[in-house]
């Protein structure tokens, strides 16, 4: 079972969440602070972070940005509704999903497996590597490159890469991306799609001119290519 | 506004100002040119009267009296003539002289003024007209004479007619002045009747505007208070009024603001040891099976009601974000058909309870979390209160600024109590009084409302004439945010 860093300042909601994933079988961690999240990051290695983003001392969004100058860790925030602006900023940051609380421990598992999941990939595993332009894309490996350059992608990053770039040109809305790549419901935040989106284009895209590989279909939703 | 309206109140004003100056200079018009015309008439009247009066005194008259010696006396009298030259006749019995040889008897010498005078010895007088209008004056005087104390007439009577044509023109005159006075007289009234008005009026159209712009939600509205005239002391007044209404508005507004903080307040202290608790219920729910069945039913119900509580919580937030304005709307475009057969998937719905009628290829810019919150209320409440099947009708059509979006809920139920429906969007209503609690929030429907609301539409609730209630949301095919 996964090895789950939580970093929330409240204590019922510390305990709580972590007695709820310890019973399920998850090896957690907790931290009061994000200094205390972030020393946890070197020791204990997790395989995923549930951050909360309101926290004393540097917030939720600063250890997010923290965590990504070094890790490609899922990062899943823990917030409340309505705290709409930090859910933003907090997906520009890099986390890959959110959770509203209050949440029952099966909703917060349900989201940690799912951006565990690994793809399961449309057309049948393919081995060998993908080149679409200057991108190679392994889809067995779960890397990418763009000349020759390794780029370090989060999971829900290259989840959705991959899910894009294996039926180039198909136009996906952003529900069907919501449920494909997330496992999320049909009617959750399209917000996801488009931060990660656009973390996605800031890293493979040429900044200088409009995107190339994932392109934005009007009134419909997001594509790969054509190239 | 002012167009429509018959008269104006300056038109008013100044009317009313010049009826008060006309009816004035007219009474004084009038009544100098009485007494005036009775003055002149009076005293040329007296003067003709007693001087005809002494000059027949002075003459002896001898009777019998022959014709010759009648016109002498009328002759003689003829040059006397006061205040204006007249024409005396004389009559006696049959006998007819005058200062005119041509004309022994006057035209304008009448039988009443005749009688008057031979029945009672003195001397009378009338204001007559001749045939072309010209006004004389005709006196009669009786010559008497004295015996033994008594007055007896001699018969002889002497009749003077004075024309009163310098008379005439003078009242004439008169009349004109007044006339040609009075007109110039109202028009230079005008003048101060206008400036009156504006004076007046000035007031009356600021206090207007002030009372207008009061009306539309500018409390700090006052009013320049200028002299001390009633209309200051209503501009005062209105300023206090002004004053009074932003103060208890200031105040209702801030209860108002403090209410819905606290509510939003007490949510939000809520929800943190709520997340705690409903992350550990499970916990207590799978335990539960290994303890005794008072414990365990114990453990039950606080994780029953712990899951209730963390959803009216929830609510509470949403209903709070509303009042605060912070709703947001994320938007994003759907397939209409999609989104909706996806509400009724995710709750099970997708059965035979629900029978839909979802136009293909319909695309919709909406909050699709809203959407999904207001669809699922809508059908879980026609399912819980109403009865299936429910049917859900998805259309479109055009409207005023754009297309809009119709979704029809109907269930078979037995519809919505006329005295439920017009509260069937309140907070917390209980169609039911002695059903305290329902399944939801009690919140739902409003929440469903101003979720319709915050995408530009409009959610109305009724019953169907074939029996069961309806719910039909009308909102914009592309909402803004």
């Known amino acids: ?227 | 506004m002012r167009r429509i309206a018959p008269l104006g109140l300056r038109t008013r004003l100044i009317a009313a100002f010049l009826l008060v100056a006309a009816i004035s200079a007219g009474t004084t018009a009038a009544l100098t040119y009485q007494q005036a015309r009775n003055a002149i008439l009076k005293q040329t009247q007296d003067t003709a009267v007693s001087t005809l009066r002494d000059q027949v005194e002075q003459q002896e008259v001898r009777l019998p009296l022959e014709q010759q010696e009648l016109q002498r006396i009328v002759i003689e009298l003829g040059k006397r003539g006061k205040p204006h030259p007249w024409i005396i006749f004389g009559e006696y019995g049959g006998t007819r002289v005058s200062t005119n040889p041509g004309t022994p008897t006057s035209t304008v010498i009448t039988d009443s003024l005749r009688d008057r005078v031979r029945n009672n010895q003195y001397a009378a007088f009338q204001r007559v007209e001749d045939q072309r209008g010209n006004p004389w004056l005709t006196i009669g005087v009786p010559a008497v004479f004295e015996h033994n104390g008594y007055t007896e007439a001699t018969g002889v009577v002497f009749y003077a007619s004075v024309p009163l044509s310098t008379e005439k023109q003078t009242v004439e005159a008169m009349v004109e002045a007044a006339q040609q006075g009075a007109v110039p007289g109202l028009a230079i009234a005008v003048v101060p009747a206008l400036l009156a008005a504006r004076s007046v009026l000035r007031p009356v159209r600021d206090m207007r505007r002030a009372a207008q712009k009061l009306g539309r939600g500018r409390l700090d509205t006052r009013i320049e208070v200028r002299g001390a005239d009633e209309l200051a002391g209503l501009a005062r007044t209105f300023n206090e009024t002004a004053r009074a209404l932003e103060q208890s508005v200031r105040e209702l507004q801030e209860a108002e603001t403090r209410a819905r903080r606290f509510a939003s307040d007490v949510s939000h202290e809520l929800r943190t040891p709520l997340a705690g608790m409903l992350a550990v219920t499970e916990v207590l729910d799978e335990d539960a099976a290994r303890l005794d069945a008072d414990t365990a039913k114990a453990l039950h119900l606080v994780s029953a009601e712990t899951g209730k509580l963390a959803v009216l919580v929830e609510d509470l937030m949403e209903i709070s974000r509303f009042d605060a304005r912070a709703a947001e709307l994320n938007l994003d475009d759907v397939d209409i058909a999609e989104a909706v057969r996806k509400t009724l998937e995710r709750r099970h719905w997708d059965d035979d309870r629900v029978v839909t009628e979802l136009p293909d290829g319909v695309r919709a810019r909406l909050d699709p979390r809203r959407f999904d919150v207001v669809l699922a209320n809508l059908v879980g409440n026609a399912l819980r209160h109403g009865g299936a099947p429910v049917h859900v009708t998805v259309s479109t059509a055009s409207g005023g600024d754009g297309e809009r979006l119709l979704i029809d809920v109907a269930d078979s139920g037995p519809g919505i109590a006329p005295e439920v429906l017009p509260h069937i969007f309140d907070r917390f209503f209980k169609a039911d009084a002695a059903r305290t609690r329902s399944a939801g929030s009690g919140l739902g429907l409003a929440i469903t409302l101003e979720n319709v609301r915050l995408h530009g539409g409009t959610l109305r609730a009724g019953n169907r004439p074939e029996g069961g209630a309806f719910f039909t949301l009308d909102m914009p095919l592309e909402a803004r945010a």
């Not at chain 1, 510390?14 to 019973?23: A, F, I, T, Y």
Request: charged share 25%.
């Open chain 1, 1 to 227: 079972m996964p090895r789950v860093l939580l970093i929330e300042d409240d204590p019922s909601i510390r305990e709580g969440v972590g007695l709820g994933l310890r019973r399920r079988g998850h090896d957690v961690q907790a931290a009061e602070t994000g200094e205390e999240g972030l020393a946890l990051m070197a020791t204990f290695h997790p395989e995923l972070v549930l951050l909360d983003l309101m926290l004393p001392g540097i917030n939720g969004v600063q250890v997010c940005h923290r965590i990504r100058q070094t890790s490609e860790v899922p990062i899943i925030m823990l917030t409340a509704r309505g705290d709409d602006f930090d859910i933003v900023i907090g997906l520009e940051a890099g986390a890959d999903d959110y959770i509203v609380k209050p949440a029952r421990t099966e909703v917060i598992e349900a989201r940690i497996k799912a951006v565990l999941r690994r793809l399961s990939d449309p057309v049948g595993t393919r081995p060998g590597i993908e080149t679409h332009g200057e991108l190679a894309i392994d889809r067995a490996g779960l890397t990418v490159a763009k000349n020759g350059e390794r780029v370090a992608l989060a999971p829900s990053e290259i989840k959705l890469l991959l899910h894009l770039s294996a039926s180039p040109e198909q136009v996906f809305s952003r529900q069907q991306l919501l449920e494909y790549v997330w496992d999320h419901s049909y009617h959750a935040d399209a917000r996801l799609v488009d931060a990660c989106v656009r973390r996605l284009r800031h890293k493979i895209e040429d900044p200088a001119r409009s995107p190339r590989y994932i392109q934005t279909v009007r009134g419909f939703g997001y594509r790969f290519g054509p190239l």
